[in-house]
Each structure stands twice: as C-alpha cells, then as structure tokens.
C-alpha cells in the first residue's frame, strides 16, 4: 500500500486453486494484498451480480466506510454460504490496523464465530464438476463425503496447518485454534471453497 492505494485480490470468479495459488505467493513474498470477492459480471458470468462477495466489519453503514475496509483488510469473501465472523488471532481483530507481537517462537489463539448452510442431500450437479468448472466457489464443494459438516482450516503462510468440522446447518457456532508459530507469518481462515478471511500477522 502506497499513496493511499491498496493493492486487492479478487477471488470468485476464476477457480479457487488459481486465486488462492497467487494470493498466497504474493501474502508470502511479503505484500500485504488484500482479499476481496468479485463476480465480473457480465463478463465471466452472465447471470447476476453477487456471486463472489466481500462482508466489511464497518464502523458506519455507508460506502466510504465499506472502501476503506476492504483497503484495511476488515473484510473476508464469500459465495453467501458460509461466514467467518469475529475473526481474530491473540485478541487481534482482522484488519484492526495491530499486529500481533511474540518475543520468540511460540504459540497463539485463532478464534471466530463461524456459520456455514448446506442442504440435507448432497448437489450431485455440483460434486461432480471438476475445480475449473463453475460454479468454482461453493459450499457444496466443501461438504465431507455425505455429511452436512465442511471443514474450517487455519492457513499459516499458504499452508492449513489446523482443521476443525463444523454441522453446516446455519447455525453460527464459535470455534478456535491454538496453532504455533516459528516465524514472522501471516494467519488466516477458510472453508475451501467457500470462503477466506483476510490475515492477521504475526510478528
């Protein structure tokens, strides 16, 4: 970020594997890139508006303030499925501006409030599609065999390095991870592929 600009990555619209490879090499070769969701309608998809979309944790309900949340990273990308709220790592709030400070190696606590909705019966539509058919953003991607739960991981640079199942029944459940870190890192969450939160960096 420089003069006031911010660099943003759209996700969404590509499929996840290509978005996220890049994100993360760019997260790991040190830019702080943010992440937003985009639907590029109407030239990838024709159909509507609001396929890939970015949820602002906002300080006022207006446009000026959404803006600058996704400069601030106070943002995670969705299809609308599924909800990584109150995303946190040591108390840190996502996109506070705050870094999370260690003296040396050691550990530190991932929490949020997550939420994810899947019908009963699995979208064979939808499973069967490989990860370079749309949709390629979609909870039904993220089901586990033929349960209604979808796993919740913990990135730490590129890598999930915590894995937690979640019942993808609408209901926003809190959950949270003590996950160590050995380096400078950036930390997030996801429910590939369906939605990522911007990181939180640990120092």
């Not at 609308?80 to 190696?105: C, F, P, Q, W």
């Not at 370079?132 to 390095?161: F, L, M």
Request: a neutral charge; hydrophobic letters at 35%; one cysteine or more.
């Amino acid at each position: 970020m420089t003069q006031g600009l911010v660099d943003v990555y759209s996700t969404h619209d590509t499929p996840y594997a290509w978005e996220l490879n890049i994100w993360y090499h760019t997260l790991n070769a040190g830019y702080r890139t943010r992440i937003s969701g985009e639907t590029d309608f109407p030239c990838i998809y024709g159909e509507r508006v609001g396929l890939g979309r970015s949820y602002v944790r906002q300080a006022k309900l207006d446009y000026d303030d959404w803006v600058r949340g996704l400069k601030e990273g106070r943002n995670y990308t969705s299809d609308g499925k599924s909800h990584l709220i109150d995303y946190r790592v040591n108390g840190i709030e996502m996109g506070s501006g705050k870094d999370v400070t260690l003296g040396s190696a050691g550990t530190v606590k991932v929490t949020a409030k997550v939420a994810a909705f899947l019908e009963t019966e699995p979208v064979e539509a939808i499973r069967k599609l490989r990860y370079d058919q749309k949709p390629y953003w979609d909870v039904e991607r993220a089901r586990v065999g033929n349960t209604r739960k979808v796993p919740v991981e913990v990135i730490v640079n590129g890598v999930a390095v915590a894995r937690k199942e979640i019942v993808a029944d609408g209901v926003l459940r809190d959950v949270s991870f003590d996950v160590k870190v050995d380096r400078g890192s950036w930390v997030a969450l996801r429910i590939l592929p369906s939605s990522h939160t911007n990181p939180v960096w640990v120092t």
